[in-house]
Structure formats: C-alpha cells, structure tokens
T-cell receptor
Framework: KAGVTQTPRYLIKTRGQQVTLSCSPI?????VSWYQQTPGQGLQFLFE???????NKGNFPGRFSGRQFSNSRSEMNVSTLELGDSALYLC???????????????????FGPGTRLTVL | TQLLEQSPQFLSIQEGENLTVYCNSS?????LQWYRQEPGEGPVLLVT?????EVKKLKRLTFQFGDARKDSSLHITAAQPGDTGLYLC??????????FGTGTRLKVLA
C-alpha cells in the first residue's frame, strides 16, 4: 500500500507570493491533517479535513487555508507569504476522524515526507 | 495553551549507553504518543499509551505514561546508531487533534 505523498518536496517563494501544497493520503483514508514544523516552534497543528469538510483548526492566521477533494486528496494554501512561513509542512492521513476526549485514542496518523518551503 | 515540554533538547551518546527522554505537561491527556522522525521524512509512530501508569515495551524502547496522564518517558537500553533521530511526544486532548512536544534530538555515536 502506497504511503502518504506530498508534492512538491521543495519550494522557494518570495514574500507576498502565495503557495499551494498537495497531499495524497493513503488509499482508503478519509482524514487529512496538516502541520507546520519549524526549529523554533516545533510541530504545530494547522487543520484537519474529513469528508471534504474542515473539522478542526489550529491557531494560525486566515492566510492559511485548505480544502479536501472527494477522493480525499487535500491541498493547503498560504497567501501573502511571510519570512516566518518558512517551514516543513507535513500532512498526515488516518482512517477516521479521531475523537479527542474518548477512548480508544484517535486513529494512527501516517505522515508524509513533507514539503520544505523557503520564503525569501 | 497546552504545552508539552521535552527534555533533554539534545542528546549525544555512545553506542551501548542507556538514555531516558522526558515529556511533561501541566495538562491531562487522554492518550499520548511517541514518534521518531529522521531527516527528510515525516514522523513515524512508535507507540500510543492510554492508561495512567501504563508501560509499553518495543524491543529496546520502554515507554511509560504517568499516573496522572500528564507526563511520559521513553527509555532506550543499549542505544544503537540506528536510534538516531528526533523523538517527539504528542498528546491528544481538547480542541486540537495532537499537541506535539518540543522534541529531543538524539545522536548515537558508533
């Protein structure tokens, strides 16, 4: 079974531009989550999509948005790029939408290799 | 804001040594996970602990969830160069799907 794929793997943009990143989940997985990873802030949750609907959102500005298609593939968009947006963007897929407060714990997340975004 | 603090931040040891990585929070988590991330790759799940006081073993790795479900530890026995990587704990609770820890970068020298 193929793993989570992310494209492109590397991207260089300049301030003010916008960027779209793509994530293809494991076949059959319906939940896709996006994370930003930086040396200073670590790994931070951006948002989660399930059945084409955003189900959860982290504490990021509105410049960060996403969507999910009927085949569960997801895209993430960042508009008006800032230098601080330079990071590794990871997506993770899981079979179901997790429930945070009840057991059993949320489904296992499988991460892709990430897209390294550099903003100049 | 929920935070997960990991210590130490960096660790460089010789092959064969033992080590322990800690993950601490003031918040209670319904479950806690440990991941390992290698350069150029995404994190890979090692274990999930759910019950306070739970201990899980994965070969040379031993994971423990604190009784109050606010902290966890990862102990590696006889570390090997293949254990090198970034170790992340992640708690599941509240609004966000996972709160990730600050990370421990481990380097095991041959």
């Amino acid at each position: 079974k193929a793993g989570v794929t992310q494209t492109p793997r590397y991207l260089i943009k300049t301030r003010g531009q916008q960027v779209t990143l793509s994530c293809s989940p494991i076949s059959g997985h319906r939940s896709v989550s996006w994370y930003q990873q930086t040396p200073g802030q670590g790994l931070q949750f951006l948002f989660e999509y399930f059945s084409e609907t955003q189900r959860n959102k982290g504490n990021f500005p509105g410049r960060f948005s996403g969507r999910q298609f009927s085949n569960s593939r997801s895209e993430m968009n960042v508009s008006t790029l800032e230098l601080g947006d330079s990071a590794l963007y990871l997506c993770a897929s899981s079979l179901h939408l997790g429930s945070f407060l009840v057991l059993p714990p949320p489904d296992t997340q499988y991460f892709g290799p990430g897209t390294r975004l550099t903003v100049l | 804001t929920q935070l997960l603090e990991q210590s130490p931040q960096f660790l460089s040891i010789q092959e064969g040594e033992n080590l322990t990585v800690y993950c601490n929070s003031s918040s209670v988590f319904s479950s806690l996970q440990w991941y390992r991330q290698e350069p150029g790759e995404g994190p890979v799940l090692l274990v999930t602990v759910v019950t306070g006081g739970e201990v899980k073993k994965l070969k040379r790795l031993t994971f423990q969830f604190g009784d109050a479900r606010k902290d966890s530890s990862l102990h590696i026995t006889a570390a090997q160069p293949g254990d090198t990587g970034l170790y992340l704990c992640a708690g599941s609770s509240g609004t966000y799907k996972y709160i990730f820890g600050t990370g421990t970068r481990l380097k095991v020298l041959a």
